[in-house]
């Protein structure tokens, strides 16, 4: 892989992303949105000493015209990378509805992909145990504990009477609201995902948000005690760029 480095435009436009790629940073067609949603935040998630490297790496393989007027590399990313890292992080030894969809995103990237509803049913359940994991737990646990002791001591109960009724309103209200949440982005971006890929559309897959899905992953990973996966995610686009179709 080239190795030239990568203009000032170019890492600024990474420091300071807009929604649409670049024009003018780079000597090729600029890539899909998609993509430059992706390879922007995780500019951002990736260490400050490993960042400007990634980046020029990341311009050398777009001079090259990797094939992004397809999912290709989106699919290839995911089986390869993404859901990998989401089933070593589940550590609850069920890794099927992760090999379910591991396997559509593999057909996909050979050019069989599945329609709308078998994507859906199938993504529905690693969505949920992504946000569900990607929910910021410590946050809303402290939030409503204290306001939930506060309350009690404002109505008669003693300090450790409140402390004990903050801690079991924080339990119960956290562990309701991170399903609620999950739930809620499992309905959202089940059925928009499904037809993004069902129909490989690019301009549909990037209306999905996948900057802000790869924050999740990376939040998701890293509460599971995986303080490398967004180097190991950056990786892994790079390698599904680099082996993919060429136009």
Do not use: I
């Not at 951002?44 to 397809?70: K, M, N, V």
């Not at 009690?152 to 949440?181: C, I, K, P, Q, V």
């Not at 971006?189 to 490989?200: I, Q, S, V």
Request: charged share 20%; aromatic share 8%.
């Amino acid at each position: 892989m080239p190795t030239t480095a990568a203009p000032e435009a170019f890492l600024t436009a990474l420091r300071n992303p807009a929604p649409e790629p670049p024009t003018a940073a780079l000597a090729g067609a600029p890539p899909a949105t998609w993509l430059w949603r992706v390879a922007t935040a995780l500019h951002e998630q990736l260490p400050t000493d490993t960042r400007e490297d990634w980046a020029t790496r990341l311009y050398a393989l777009l001079g090259e015209g990797p094939e992004t007027s397809t999912l290709y590399a989106a699919h290839a990313w995911h089986s390869d990378t993404v859901l990998p890292l989401l089933a070593e992080a589940a550590h609850d030894g069920d890794s099927s509805a992760f090999a379910a969809l591991t396997d559509l995103h593999r057909a996909a990237a050979r050019g069989r992909t599945a329609d709308q509803d078998t994507w859906r049913s199938t993504l529905t359940p690693v969505l949920l145990r992504l946000y569900d994991a990607a929910y910021d737990r410590t946050s809303a646990y402290a939030e409503a504990h204290t306001g939930a002791r506060d309350y009690a001591l404002a109505n008669g109960f003693s300090a450790t009477e409140a402390d004990g009724y903050g801690h079991e309103y924080a339990r119960l209200s956290s562990d309701a609201n991170a399903r609620s949440s999950a739930e809620a982005h499992a309905e959202a971006l089940g059925p928009a995902l499904g037809w993004a890929y069902a129909t490989d559309g690019c301009e549909a897959y990037a209306d999905t948000y996948p900057d802000a899905q790869l924050r999740a992953v990376v939040r998701a990973t890293t509460e599971r005690g995986d303080s490398l996966s967004a180097p190991r995610l950056a990786e892994g686009l790079l390698s599904a760029l680099d082996c993919g179709p060429k136009p």
